[in-house]
Each structure stands twice: as structure tokens, then as C-alpha cells.
């Protein structure tokens, strides 16, 4: 409990106590009229305060101006009761089965009003305490500290201090300050706070690292890969803080809503206070009754109080991305919570996506060199490279590449690459770059990637390589359809016969093949202008090559964990351990928490305008009213937690 919910806390239970013994004792008027002011500015001076600094600021209509209007003018109407003796109340109707009997006003009834507001706003307050923490907690990735080996000895430094291409040292028990690559020690990390998977991650010699994680049980040496702004703890903690900055329709338009509610229902309460009398004594010719009216109005002031909307919706969303991030799910803003609801197309890429992006060298077909010289050529050539492709046939060839023999490298986007090779022009890349350069090449009946190869304007084969199924992706796409997802669709570049393949494999029905990164955008761009407005177009990506179509799609979704760093930086929902399982999560996550935000604002209204009702016929009195404004929000912040917790 921090200091000032401890103060709170003394208060309240000041006020109790002695509320309590003032009930026993007999003062006279003015005694008594001082003890109980003493106890009510006790309880209430912070609401004062706040309430003249709102009206100071322009910001009138808020709880602070309310509840001290509300109970202030209750203090009015027992003063004026006291003076003329009405002690016992007035019968409101009456007849033979039934009556309702209207008690005035007291100084206990003033006090008691704040104080349960009091103990209203110290259980909101705990409430979000407890939620912050618990969103701290599973964000708790920060490393306060990097060890680097000096003269012999290893000192602890600011991750802030540590540059690209310094050997770092991660003890068992510490965590990873900085991304980078393991140049000596094998053993397990902990990821869960990254991932949500709670199995250790065996890590050996070559593997490369993210930070955040936990090394678990040996000496890693790390080589850093980037500065440690730029590296994956640095990005996930930048996200998670902005995330609140990015507000749904929904939690916008309850801020709206409070700023146009409040002041109506205080127009309305003035009305109740002063109509009603003018109407007994201008048409009934009966005694006006101000005191009756006034503590209506009273009452439904206490009533309106938008506390409950204006505090739980923004917490419901913000414990839905907590929860999120408990499963290795960063949505980066509750407006994309409300837009992934809404998801009724989903276009996925294939590669690194439904794939494991992991290519291996299944075979060498019409060879005129030797294998192992073809591979050489290739391997070569996308030296330069990290597409997943280039990195299968530089481990297929398995030695070291001289890359001063490498010269005049020309990448030809979504076809290949020409360079010259130890004084050979080679050409390496798919079918388009080999008609490009009008060299005869032989089709592939293998189902893969086909890499061919030429040597001086001469066709000299192809290499076949293959990718891999992630082994959740064909559950994925079950659990998407059963969520009544209209329309999946996969795009590659692939050719004809792999793009036929996976999707057949995975339930995919629409597939496009073939595809250049700038037909992906034109693709995803047709799709948005055909569906319908009230559906959400969601595109699933990896690469560097992904993150234009990311940005175009209603919501852009990557692979994080070996997704590139554009693809993450568009992105609007980043899913950590690159498990497309994890895609009908994020869609049962955004679910859950909206109907909660739902629920929260249907009960609130219903509660505050039964109570509105019942107020201005005189039916409830302040006791009810603050259950109605303090009980509400308590219950609604509590049923708002619950988006924190997901199975």
C-alpha cells in the first residue's frame, strides 16, 4: 500500500470511530455543528480542494465538484431542519396498505456520504495499483546491468554504455541485457516474460539472442548485435508504454459521453430542486418544500457520477493488453483491442510465417558442375544476403566465403541476383530472373524453392530447397475458421505448385502465388476495398518485405521473435514466439476484454438510471446514491481485472 493509501486509509477509519461515539453523545447545537464539520473536512478536504481547483480550470462537471455540492448542500438542509425543528422527517404518501416516510437531512448523513466515497476511491486506487503491478510483473524485463570483461575481471556497466560488437558475459539467474549471438557456453533461457512459453529454450554456439531472457543454468558469452535502444527489451518496453497513449472508439467515447452526461443530469437536478416547490406554491398554492426537492436533487447529483465508466473502460482495455503480453502478445493500443473483434479476413504470408522460415538443400538437379560447385556459386552470390534462402545454401556449402571474390552485386527484387565470382558472371535466383537474361532453364517437378543457377549466360541446374510447416500452423487456421473468420488467404512468392501445396496442407482455400513484394501491397489493397466497412482486414507477416502491406492492412500483425525490425515497427500486434497459434488468442483475448468493457458499461448505466429515477421520486435517500456512484465503480473496476487473466 503506498503513503497515500495508507493516509487514506487512517482517515477513513478516524472518521468511523468517531462518527460512532458522536452518535451517543448529547451536544448542544453549536458544539455539535463544530465537531461534525471537523470530521467532515477530515474526510473530505482533498475533494474540496480538487473540486475548487476544477472549477478554477474550467473542468466543473468531474465526481470532486459533485460529491462536494451533494454533500455540502446536505450540510445545508440539516442546518436549516435543526433550526426548524424537523427532526423526524415527513410522510411522502399515505393510505391505508402503504407509506412512504422522507427523512431530512443530518450532519451523519453529509459525512457518511464522503467517507464511503472515501473508501469507494482507496479501493480503485488498489484496484489499479494491483493491476499495474501485476502488467509490471510480466513486463519485468528490464536489465538494470551488462558484464563486460575488463583486465581480467568482470564489471558490471549500463546496457546504455555497451557498443555493437562487444562480447558480453550473462551469468545463471541474470538476465539478457542486449541481443546478440552466442560465441562460447551452451544452456537453457527462460522466455516466458517474452513469450509466454513456459519450456526453457536450449541455446548453444552460433544461436542468436534476444534480450529479456532468463540464462538458466551456465556462462553465456554474447556477442552483441545491437545497441541496446535498438534491441528487443528496449522496443517490447517502448511499446507497452505507448500502448495506453492509443484509445479505442469505445474509451473515447466515454470520455465524450461523461463531459455531455454530467452537466444534463446537473441541469436536470436543478430543475428537480427548484420546479417542483415554484409548482406547489404557484399552482397548488401549497407549502414549497424546498428542503425535500433540494435533497432529491442532491441525491441524483451523487448518483450521476461517471466514475465507474470513466474509470473502468480505460482499465478493462489496459489489463486486456496486460493479458495479452502474459501470452506473448503485444497489442500496441486498445484501438486495436476493439479493431481485432472485427477481424473477419485474415491474409497470411507464407514464408516465416505459417512456415518456420528454416530452408534446407533437398537436392541438385540438372547439374552440368559438380554439386558442390554449384553450391559454391550460389552460396557465394547470397553471401550478402539474411533471407532464409541465402542462409540454407551458405550452411549447405558449409565453408568459409572469401567475400573479396565477390564483386558487382546487383539484387534484382523478387528475382534474383547477378555478381561476378571469381572472375565468372553468375546469375542465381528463380525462373522471371532466367528469362530476364534469355538463358534456357529446366522446370523443377519437386514441390519447393527452386534456385537456378548460370554461369557465364549458361544454364548450369537448379537447386531444390525446401521449407518446413510450423507445426501449430493447420490448427491455427481451424481455430480462425471456427471463430467464423470469413476469408483466409496466403501469399507468396513462391510458385504455382508450392503456394498449391502448403495451402492445401493447411485448409487454405484462396492462395496467390508468384508474388513481388509490390503485388502483395496491390493484392492486400484490392481486398480492403472489396470487404465490407464494419470488417477488419487482418495481414500476418514476417519480413522486411512484409512491413509495406503490414502498414496497409486494417490490422498488420508480425512474427516477432525472428520477424525484422520494420516488420515490427509497423506492426500493430507483434507475436513473440512467431506461433500462429497465438493469432486466435490475441482474437479471443481482444473478445473477452470487450465484452467486459460492454458488460461494465451496460450494468453502470442501468444501476445510475434506475437510481436517477428513483431519486428524483424520492424513493432512495444519500445512502443508496453512493452505492449507486462508489459500489457501482468498485464492481465494475473488479469485473475490468479480469481481462488481466486468460487461459
Not at 432529491?296 to 496486460?322: D, E, K
Not at 485474415?346 to 528454416?358: A, H, P, R, S, Y
Not at 479471443?588 to 458499461?601: A, D, F, P, Q, R
Amino acid at each position: 500500500m503506498k503513503k497515500k493509501q495508507k493516509k487514506t486509509l487512517i482517515r477513513i477509519i478516524f472518521t468511523f470511530i468517531f462518527l460512532f461515539i458522536l452518535h451517543f453523545i448529547y451536544l448542544n447545537p453549536i458544539l455539535e455543528f463544530l465537531l461534525y464539520m471537523i470530521i467532515y473536512l477530515i474526510i473530505s478536504y482533498d475533494i474540496l480542494i480538487k473540486a475548487i481547483k476544477g472549477i478554477i480550470n474550467g473542468q466543473i462537471f468531474d465526481e470532486n465538484f459533485l460529491m462536494a455540492l451533494a454533500t455540502l448542500g446536505a450540510v445545508g438542509i440539516a442546518i436549516f431542519n435543526k433550526r426548524n425543528g424537523i427532526e423526524n422527517g415527513f410522510l411522502l404518501y399515505s393510505n391505508h396498505t402503504f407509506s412512504i416516510t422522507y427523512y431530512s437531512s443530518d450532519y451523519t448523513e453529509a459525512i457518511a456520504v464522503m467517507l464511503f466515497f472515501q473508501i469507494g476511491e482507496l479501493f480503485q486506487s488498489l484496484a489499479i495499483s494491483k493491476s499495474r503491478k501485476n502488467i509490471k510483473a510480466l513486463m519485468d524485463i528490464r536489465p538494470d546491468y551488462a558484464n563486460i570483461e575488463k583486465n581480467q575481471k568482470i564489471e558490471k556497466v549500463s546496457p546504455d554504455s555497451v557498443h555493437i560488437g562487444t562480447t558480453i558475459i550473462v551469468k545463471p539467474g541474470e538476465k539478457i541485457p542486449i541481443d546478440g549471438i552466442i560465441i562460447d557456453g551452451k544452456g537453457s533461457l527462460n522466455t516466458s516474460n517474452l513469450t509466454g512459453e513456459s519450456l526453457p529454450k536450449e541455446v548453444n554456439i552460433g544461436d542468436k539472442v534476444i534480450s529479456g531472457c532468463i540464462n538458466l543454468n551456465s556462462v553465456l558469452k554474447i556477442k552483441t548485435e545491437k545497441e541496446f535502444g535498438e534491441s528487443t527489451v528496449s522496443k517490447i518496453l517502448d511499446l507497452v508504454d505507448n500502448a495506453s497513449t492509443r484509445k479505442a472508439k469505445s474509451e473515447n467515447f466515454i470520455s465524450k459521453f461523461a463531459r455531455i452526461y454530467t452537466p444534463i443530469v446537473c441541469l436536470f437536478a436543478l430543475i428537480l430542486a427548484f420546479v417542483p416547490p415554484l409548482f406547489n406554491i404557484i399552482v397548488l398554492h401549497m407549502d414549497a418544500n424546498f428542503s425535500n426537492s433540494i435533497y432529491r436533487a442532491l441525491t441524483i447529483l451523487i448518483i450521476s457520477c461517471p466514475c465507474a465508466l470513466v474509470v473502468s473502460i480505460p482499465l478493462s482495455f489496459f489489463s486486456g493488453i496486460g493479458g495479452a503480453s502474459k501470452q506473448g502478445i503485444l497489442i500496441k493500443g486498445s484501438n486495436y483491442i476493439e479493431s481485432i473483434t472485427k477481424i473477419k479476413n485474415i491474409v497470411f504470408d507464407k514464408t516465416g510465417t505459417l512456415t518456420k522460415g528454416v530452408f534446407e538443400v533437398n537436392g541438385i538437379h540438372h547439374n552440368k558442375l559438380e554439386n558442390e560447385k554449384i553450391l559454391e556459386y550460389a552460396a557465394y552470390a547470397e553471401s550478402n544476403s539474411t533471407h532464409p534462402i541465402s542462409i540454407s545454401l551458405q550452411k549447405a556449402y558449409g565453408k568459409e566465403i572469401n567475400i573479396k571474390e565477390v564483386k558487382n552485386i546487383n539484387e534484382i527484387s523478387g528475382e534474383g541476383i547477378v555478381a561476378n565470382i571469381k572472375n565468372e558472371e553468375v546469375i542465381v535466383g528463380n525462373e522471371k530472373i532466367m528469362k530476364r537474361f534469355n538463358i534456357q532453364y529446366i522446370e523443377c517437378h519437386h514441390i519447393g524453392t527452386i534456385v537456378h543457377v548460370a554461369i557465364n549466360n549458361e544454364y548450369a541446374g537448379h537447386i531444390l530447397i525446401s521449407d518446413i510447416l510450423k507445426p501449430t500452423s493447420k490448427e491455427a487456421i481451424q481455430q480462425l475458421k471456427n471463430l467464423n473468420i470469413k476469408k483466409i488467404i496466403m501469399l507468396t512468392g513462391d510458385k504455382e505448385n508450392v503456394a498449391k501445396n502448403v495451402s492445401s496442407s493447411l485448409g487454405i482455400e484462396e492462395y496467390y502465388s508468384n508474388l513481388l513484394p509490390q503485388d502483395k501491397v496491390s493484392k492486400v489493397d484490392e481486398l480492403l476495398k472489396n470487404k465490407n466497412r464494419n470488417e477488419t482486414l487482418a495481414f500476418v507477416g514476417d519480413g522486411i518485405n512484409d512491413a509495406p502491406v503490414i502498414t496497409l492492412s486494417d490490422i498488420g500483425i508480425s512474427m516477432g521473435a525472428i520477424g525484422s525490425d520494420a516488420a515490427i515497427e509497423s506492426a500493430d500486434v507483434v507475436i513473440m514466439d512467431d506461433d500462429p497459434l497465438k493469432i486466435p488468442k490475441a482474437i479471443n483475448i481482444s473478445k473477452k476484454c470487450m465484452n467486459i468493457v460492454y458488460e461494465n458499461i451496460f450494468f453502470a448505466l442501468s444501476i445510475k438510471i434506475i437510481s436517477i429515477i428513483l431519486g428524483a421520486f424520492g424513493i432512495v435517500n444519500m445512502w443508496i446514491a453512493i452505492f449507486a456512484d462508489v459500489g457501482v465503480t468498485i464492481i465494475a473496476i473488479l469485473n475490468a481485472i479480469r481481462a488481466l487473466y486468460n487461459k
